[in-house]
């Protein structure tokens, strides 16, 4: 290691490297059901399907179904 007293640039160009190219996602997906689904199943479902992996983070699951999750009560309801 060399320590420089000025600023120092180098005169040979980095070369460019390319991002591998994103593969298309083609799922063609029905859900055809009698019931609700819910966001989790929802997400399986995309996750076998799909090979896409989803997450369901808690504060998504909070937002839908308007819990407190850190405690388990309801918001709101009694």
């Keep these: ?4 007293d ?8 980095i ?5 591998a190219d994103t593969p298309q996602l083609n799922c063609n997906l029905k859900i055809v059901t009698d019931e609700p689904v819910s966001i ?3 997400s399986q479902v995309i996750t076998k399907k799909c090979k896409i992996p989803v997450r369901v983070t808690p504060a998504a699951l909070s937002a ?3 819990r407190d999750l850190s405690n ?6 009694r």
């Excluded at 290691?1 to 420089?4: A, F, G, P, T």
């Excluded at 000025?6 to 160009?13: A, F, G, I, M, R």
């Design 1 to 4: 290691m060399r320590c420089l």
């Design 6 to 13: 000025k600023q120092w640039v180098s005169l040979t160009p």
């Design 15 to 19: 070369t460019e490297t390319r991002v």
């Design 40 to 42: 989790l199943e929802f």
């Design 64 to 66: 839908i179904y308007n």
């Design 72 to 77: 388990g009560e309801t918001k709101g309801r």
